[in-house]
């Protein structure tokens, strides 16, 4: 994994190591924007690391001078900054139905349905499953489910509710269901996530 690298998106936790020391920068795009750059189905990235230049040559060819310059991160970032606001995006009424069907979901914290979505947008579940994973590299279901778990882990981390309260409201039926996507997500279980400083936490999870 060298030079510039492009992940699509991953729906299961994964482990980076390196061998050497090492600097990198990354650039989180929003779920549609690698789509609207690179016009290209983004299904194919789905679970992967693969150089840019094997994607989209073109792209990485603009790109590419950002980082050449031995320039410090800071202006590397102030740079890929103005890039990205510069760069043309394509747009249409699949981005538009996918981008609408991205924001009731965040809008819902994650607690809806597919048919929820289909409420508001005019479309039959099957072209909403088709062009939601080649926007977006997911089907939405898997969507959904990511960014619900991301809320729970995010509000527990500010501490703004106990992680039972969360588990309920999050509707996560019981804690085997909420393990399930824990462990998935996270690639360990909750009791040796929370071993260290949150015995409550332990406690909910003793038997997993």
């Not at 795009?29 to 789905?46: G, Q, R, V």
């Amino acid at each position: 994994m060298k030079g510039l690298m492009i992940a699509g998106q991953y729906f299961r936790s994964y482990e980076f190591y390196t061998n050497s020391i090492t600097s990198s920068i990354g650039v989180s795009l929003h779920p549609t924007a690698l789509y609207k750059i690179l016009n290209t189905d983004i299904s194919h990235l789905e679970n992967t690391h693969i150089n840019l230049n094997k994607i989209h040559p073109e792209f990485y060819q603009k790109i590419l001078p950002l980082f050449e310059a031995n320039q410090c991160p800071k202006n590397i970032i102030k740079n890929l900054n103005t890039f990205f606001l510069n760069t043309p995006l394509t747009t249409n009424k699949s981005t538009n139905n996918i981008d609408e069907a991205i924001k009731i979901i965040r809008n819902k914290d994650g607690l809806l349905s597919i048919n929820d979505i289909l409420d508001h947008i005019n479309i039959s579940q099957k072209t909403l499953e088709t062009q939601f994973k080649k926007i977006v590299g997911l089907t939405p279901g898997k969507y959904i489910r990511l960014y619900k778990f991301i809320k729970v882990m995010r509000q527990y981390e500010k501490q703004e509710t106990d992680i039972k309260a969360l588990i309920y409201m999050f509707e996560y039926y019981d804690r085997s269901h909420f393990a399930k996507d824990f462990k998935l997500f996270m690639k360990e279980t909750p009791k040796s996530y929370f071993k260290r400083d949150y015995p409550m936490i332990k406690a909910i999870f003793k038997n997993n």
